[in-house]
């Protein structure tokens, strides 16, 4: 059997630390991945002048899976997001965000299990026609929704909820006030649920969303939605477990796939041995179920639990003391 390998990107501040964490745990569950480091972001910058070198492209275009740490981008100004960049390059058009509760976490519940589906390419969030007057005094940014764009979405969301035995799909939308866009969004929705008898189906605006998830989580199993709804739904759906440093992401395309810390880079305890590196290892246990390794990936979904759970060396925004590197060797003792 050919070696399995895997481009890896640290990414920048935390990055490197989380992501070394996972690895470390990939290697002690026996996964035999052979990794071909690259750069992107500031390091990428640092290191060879640009923020998203070709060598790197071509990387995950020959592996065709990547785990990648946190990436830094600006806010209002500066260069556009790497991540979104790397989303339209490789076509990566759904972007799937679980959330699973974790006993031993801050969190207001402890029996949460979503996942939010999010269209990754069209939309308010890709940044399609974005224009500001040269007097500063008005901007303008373009929505695009296509139907193709909108079944690829749905279907996938459906696929998955059967696939891992769901019972609901939620779809997600404004089409009361964006008619045109939203609109044409809940329209295939409702034609793709048709499709898949066994899985109910629901909608919901997108404001009564963010109440309702708040209020009563344990309504939703899957969710489906739009680009710019779902940035802002899946961390909503990470503050019901915890925060970003307990959700993983996943971006999947036909043929290609990064799994990703969905957390910013952290730069002010970046090297100081602080970060939670759940994230990651949690995207990395993503990565396995999308390489048939689901065996792998509960083992270490198990460890992981069990630290958490038991507050065995975990880090100061879990309630405990250590950090990331203590918090790496209790998950390997109990591999």
């Known amino acids: 059997m050919t070696q399995q390998r895997i481009t890896v990107i640290k990414g920048d501040g935390i990055g490197p630390d989380i992501v070394d964490s996972a690895l470390q745990i990939l290697d002690k569950v026996g996964c035999d991945f052979a990794y071909d480091f690259a750069d992107a972001g500031l390091m990428a910058l640092e290191n060879h002048g640009e923020l998203l070198p070709q060598e790197t492209l071509e990387l995950i275009e020959k592996n065709k899976v990547t785990l990648k740490g946190p990436l830094t981008t600006p806010v209002g100004e500066g260069f556009t997001s790497i991540n979104v960049s790397l989303r339209k390059r ?5 972007n799937v965000r679980p959330v699973l509760s974790f006993k031993g976490t801050k969190a207001r519940y402890d029996d949460i299990d979503i996942i939010t589906v999010r269209e990754n390419t069209e939309g308010m969030y890709s940044g399609l026609g974005q224009v500001v007057s040269e007097d500063g005094s008005e901007a303008e940014a373009m929505s695009k929704i296509t139907r193709a764009g909108a079944e690829r979405i749905v279907k996938f969301a459906y696929e998955l909820a059967r696939r891992e035995g769901r019972k609901k799909v939620t779809a997600v939308h404004k089409a009361n006030i964006l008619k045109s866009t939203s609109g ?5 929705a409702r034609e793709v649920g048709e499709q898949y008898p066994d899985i109910e189906s629901a909608e919901m605006i997108v404001d009564n969303t963010c109440m309702q998830l708040v209020m009563n989580p344990h309504q939703f199993d899957v969710m489906v939605t739009t680009n710019l709804f779902g940035d802002i739904l899946s961390d909503l759906c990470a503050g019901l477990v915890g925060g970003l440093g307990m959700a993983p ?6 043929d290609c796939a990064i799994f990703e810390a969905v ?16 994230s990651v290892i949690l995207a990395s246990i993503q990565m396995l179920e999308y390489l048939n390794m689901s065996d792998k990936a509960e083992k270490i979904r198990g460890a992981l639990k069990d630290v958490i759970e038991s507050g065995d060396r975990t880090t100061r925004d879990l309630g405990g003391e250590h950090g990331t590197t203590d918090f790496t060797q209790a998950v390997l003792e109990r591999l």
Request: aromatic share 10%.
């Open 263 to 278: 957390h910013g880079s952290a730069p002010d305890i970046a090297g100081k041995n602080l970060a939670n590196p759940t």
């Open 184 to 188: 044409l969004f809940l329209k295939v």
């Open 90 to 94: 490789f076509q990566m058009y759904a």
């Open 249 to 254: 992401g996943a971006n999947i395309g036909s």
